[in-house]
């Protein structure tokens, strides 16, 4: 299993703010101007899923799958053509911010990597940067 790591984001708010936010996936409507229209496409979100377009993929639909509170929500996808799953991880940094840390797991085989990691890796910090720019407040 491949894994994708985002860099670390702190976002000004606590940990209970930014996890209520993030455990409704309807809050994620905020930052859909910040995905690349030419990769990502056709963009819907409801409380506990969302779908979407991946070129040259398809649909692809995430819902979520775990929770922990104020630690961990877990997503994983329900119709890709390969299995994976993406983890946003918080931890309290202060009273008023939360380091917010993206990363993906793709079952998919080293070749496949070498062609395609590039794009994951792309996804998941552009999932992560899209995260921290939420109004948590």
């Known amino acids: 299993m491949a894994t ?3 860099t670390v984001k702190t976002i000004t708010s606590n940990e209970e703010q930014v996890y209520g936010t993030l ?3 309807r809050n994620l409507e905020q930052s859909k101007h910040m995905v690349p229209g030419n990769t990502i496409q ?3 979100f409801y409380e ?3 779908h979407f377009t991946v070129n040259p993929i398809g649909k692809i639909d995430l819902s979520i799958v775990d929770k922990q ?3 961990l929500i877990k ?3 329900d119709n890709a053509p390969i299995d994976f799953h993406v983890n946003i ?3 309290k940094a202060s009273d008023n911010q939360t380091n917010l840390h993206v990363n993906a797991h793709a079952d998919i085989p080293p070749m496949v990597k070498m062609m395609f990691g590039g794009r994951m890796q792309q996804f998941v910090d552009q999932f992560a940067e899209a995260l921290a720019g939420i109004n948590y407040k």
Do not use: V
Request: charged share 35%; proline share 5%; net charge negative.
């Open 89 to 91: 991880h918080l931890n």
């Open 23 to 25: 455990s409704d996936l």
């Open 75 to 77: 997503l994983g996808a």
């Open 69 to 71: 509170p104020y630690k």
């Open 42 to 44: 056709d963009i819907e």
């Open 4 to 6: 994708f790591e985002s």
């Open 48 to 50: 506990d899923k969302c």
